[in-house]
């Protein structure tokens, strides 16, 4: 079991530009979480898909937005990117509801440098 | 707001002394706490989880409601517990919608 994966691993846009950042949860996994880690900052949760629906948002504005298909894995898609928008992007999967644990299994990140 | 705080971002201790990590939240009802850490070219993943109440690799926490604290704790600090530590919380029942603190990078020396 390779765990989560995360694509692409580095990327470089510019402002204004969209981007789109793909995961795969772990397997027997089919709740995903995004996460926004900026230098020196802990990660701040941006939303969670399960069953292909968004179930919960942090306060990120609706620039932020995701996808999850039915073999559970998920994209972010962020548009009319800022500077601000510079950081380590993590994806982490769970068990959801039907068997909450608590354990968050992360994958290595995407980071995204905007220009 | 539901906050999670972590006072020191760097902490330094020597081999074989007793370290104490603190993490201190905001939240009027019941979290759920736990302690994520990173090392050194790995993923953050999960060292302990306020519910099972067990010890792992030699680190406990409890949980003081009165105080609102969650610190990590571990007697005889190695060099290979030298790491990045992140205090969590998830409101129970609430869909693992975990929130993070902004992380103590702990340096044990040799």
């Known amino acids: 079991d390779a765990g989560v994966t995360q694509s692409p691993t580095h990327l470089i846009k510019t402002r204004g530009q969209q981007v789109t950042l793909r995961c795969s949860p772990k397997?027997?996994?089919?709740?995903v979480s995004w996460y926004q880690q900026a230098l020196g900052q802990g990660p701040q949760f941006i939303f969670q898909y399960y069953e292909e629906e968004e179930r919960q948002r942090g306060n990120f504005p609706d620039r932020f937005s995701g996808h999850q298909f039915p073999n559970y894995s998920s994209e972010l898609n962020v548009n009319a990117l800022l500077l601000g928008d510079s950081a380590l992007y993590l994806c982490?999967?769970?068990?959801?509801?039907?068997?909450?644990?608590?354990?968050?299994?992360f994958g290595e990140g995407s980071r995204l440098t905007v220009l | 707001a539901q906050r999670v705080t972590q006072p020191e971002k760097l902490l330094s201790v020597f081999k074989g002394a007793p370290v104490e990590l603190k993490c201190n939240y905001s939240?009027?009802?019941?979290?759920?706490l736990f302690w994520y850490v990173q090392y050194s070219r790995q993923r953050l993943q999960l060292l302990l989880r306020h519910i099972s109440r067990e010890s792992i690799k030699g680190f406990t926490a409890d949980l003081n409601k009165g105080e609102t604290s969650f610190h990590l704790k571990k007697p005889f600090a190695q060099e290979e517990d030298s790491a990045m530590y992140y205090c969590?919380?998830?409101?129970?029942?609430?869909?693992?919608?975990?929130?993070f603190g902004a992380g103590t990078r702990l340096t044990v020396k040799p």
């Open positions: 969590a919380f998830s409101l129970r029942y609430n869909n693992n919608d975990m929130r």
């Open positions: 982490a999967s769970s068990t959801g509801l039907k068997s909450w644990t608590g354990e968050l299994f």
């Open positions: 939240y009027s009802g019941s979290p759920e």
């Open positions: 397997s027997g996994h089919d709740t």
